[in-house]
């Protein structure tokens, strides 16, 4: 359902030899990135790997020097407010809530930002607070939610227009791990809908309990990839191999 609305494209994220650089800082190397509709690809590496600057980029707010980037089909630099349509967004340090409203009232105040009526946004807003299990604490103060609380509500607000495509940026990293494991459970749930969903996370056992395909960054590179992500300690040995020979230039 999600797939026909957006395009015909057979991808929810394509990326081609995308590469950015910071003054002297090279962020990104010529990566080749694709996010299947119903795929849920996770990105793994270190700090400076190049993850994060890769969603800034899906998400319209940082502009590539080279190589094309689009989101459901929509170029990035080209038609940014068509990507922007088409994604939601969810941050694992979100600071742009209002701490002292509940968590209904949030989600209603940006989805009015969104364009939604006033009655609209309260039926979005209820839909998906239940959709996330916040509706027992959907009157609750924000600044009364736990971590893993937040991190679903953020999930709720990234939807709130129904977009065909994720992206996350280390959601659960202050989570505990009960927390992490039903954001992860929700995750894979969009993903069933048909939504591409394009994750980054420094965890490995993360990666191979939600991913279905794991792609590994080092120094702004795509090092390594795998299909079957489902072993921890495999994709630990991936990991250190693609990153030890990236560091000696052997890839």
């Not at 980037?69 to 694992?92: S, T």
């Not at 929700?186 to 490995?204: C, P, W």
């Not at 939600?210 to 299909?227: I, K, L, N, P």
Request: hydrophobic share 45%; glycine share 10%; proline share 3%.
């Amino acid at each position: 359902m999600l797939r026909a609305e957006v395009s015909e494209t057979h991808h929810g994220v394509r990326v081609s030899g995308l590469e950015k650089r910071f003054g002297g800082h090279v962020a990104l190397r010529g990566v080749d990135l694709d996010v299947p509709w119903g795929g849920i690809v996770a990105l793994l590496g270190a700090n400076g790997a190049g993850k994060s600057t890769l969603l800034r980029i899906l998400g319209t707010t940082v502009l590539p020097d080279q190589g094309r980037a689009e989101v459901a089909g929509h170029d990035v630099v080209a038609h940014p407010a068509d990507a922007r349509r088409c994604l939601g967004l969810v941050l694992g340090e979100e600071r742009s809530w209002y701490w002292r409203l509940s968590g209904r009232d949030n989600l209603e105040f940006f989805a009015a930002l969104q364009g939604l009526s006033r009655s609209d946004a309260r039926a979005r807003a209820n839909h998906l607070m239940a959709e996330v299990g916040l509706s027992e604490a959907a009157d609750r103060r924000f600044d009364r939610y736990s971590s893993g609380m937040r991190a679903r509500l953020s999930l709720a607000r990234a939807l709130l227009c129904e977009p065909p495509v994720l992206l996350l940026d280390e959601p659960t990293r202050t989570m505990d791990p009960m927390a992490a494991s039903s954001f992860r459970t929700e995750v894979r749930r969009q993903a069933e809908a048909g939504r591409a969903i394009l994750f980054a996370t420094h965890d490995l056992h993360e990666a191979a309990a939600v991913a279905s395909r794991v792609v590994v960054m080092a120094r702004g590179s795509v090092v390594a990839s795998t299909e079957d992500p489902s072993d921890a300690a495999t994709l630990e040995g991936m990991l250190v191999h693609a990153v030890a020979a990236s560091s000696s230039g052997e890839l």
